[in-house]
């Protein structure tokens, strides 16, 4: 909560904000989406946590979602359990 995101890819730089509620009984996505256009990779992710804290993470695929945690980058979610055990039933 409170991080900004600049991801640059194909030659553009874009910011996201994690926030919380905006207005009274209301809440945000905290997951944030970032438009690659025709870019199938990222140049780079820099993440300013509200900490002070500036960190610089390298994404290792698009379409998709990643979580990031101060001081520890990318780390595992939800999601990627569900990956590895639908690849576990196909073997």
Known sequence: ??????????????R???M????YESNNDQRLHFGLG???TVDGVEIH???GVK???SLPS?????????????VP???DSMKSATAMEGE
Do not use: C, H, N
């Not at 909560?1 to 874009?14: E, K, P, W």
């Not at 990643?66 to 520890?72: A, Q, R, T, V, W």
């Open 49 to 51: 946590w509200p900490s």
């Open 38 to 40: 025709q870019s199938t």
């Open 1 to 14: 909560m409170g991080a900004t995101v600049y991801l640059t890819a194909g030659g553009m730089r874009q």
């Open 20 to 23: 919380s509620g905006g207005s």
């Open 77 to 79: 979610g939800v999601y």
């Open 55 to 57: 960190e610089k993470v």
């Open 62 to 74: 698009v379409d998709r979602y990643f979580i990031l945690e101060e001081g520890k980058g990318i």
């Open 16 to 18: 996201g904000d994690v």
